[in-house]
Nanobody
Framework: QVQLVESGGGLVQPGGSLRLSCAASGFTLDYYAVAWFRQAPGKEREGVSCISSSTGTTYSADSVKGRFTISRDNAKNTVTLQMNSLKPEDTAVYYC?????????????????WGKGTLVTVSS
């Protein structure tokens, strides 16, 4: 079946790094923009980063610019979110999502597929 599966979450100290992966099965990510969202307890889901399907152009929220990097490996049908200099406020469940369109307006438009999320906890 069609699905996205996130992996790589866990517990990390402030200033540390984690690499999240989003693996697609049942469809090919080549044609999809892929975005990472996160949701902290009691907070609304927010967009973190997006990578386009055609050009690989990336977009990131101001809160993570310079710290997080999104990339894709179409040969492996995966998208990665490299997270550096993690802060306690980065603690959240991180979700990847795919849409067969560009990243323009990505934080607002509805995605076609969603993963179930992976928990990232940044704490000392």
């Amino acid at each position: 079946q069609v699905q996205l599966v996130e992996s790589g979450g866990g517990l990390v100290q402030p200033g540390g790094s984690l690499r999240l992966s989003c693996a697609a099965s049942g469809f090919t990510l080549d044609y999809y923009a892929v975005a990472w969202f996160r949701q902290a307890p009691g907070k609304e889901r927010e967009g973190v980063s997006c990578i386009s399907s055609s050009t690989g152009t990336t977009y990131s929220a101001d809160s993570v610019k310079g710290r997080f990097t999104i990339s894709r490996d179409n040969a492996k049908n995966t998208v990665t979110l490299q997270m550096n200099s993690l802060k306690p406020e980065d603690t959240a469940v991180y979700y990847c999502a795919a849409a067969r369109r560009g990243c323009t307006g990505w934080r607002a438009y509805g995605m076609d597929y969603w993963g179930k999320g992976t928990l990232v906890t940044v704490s000392s």
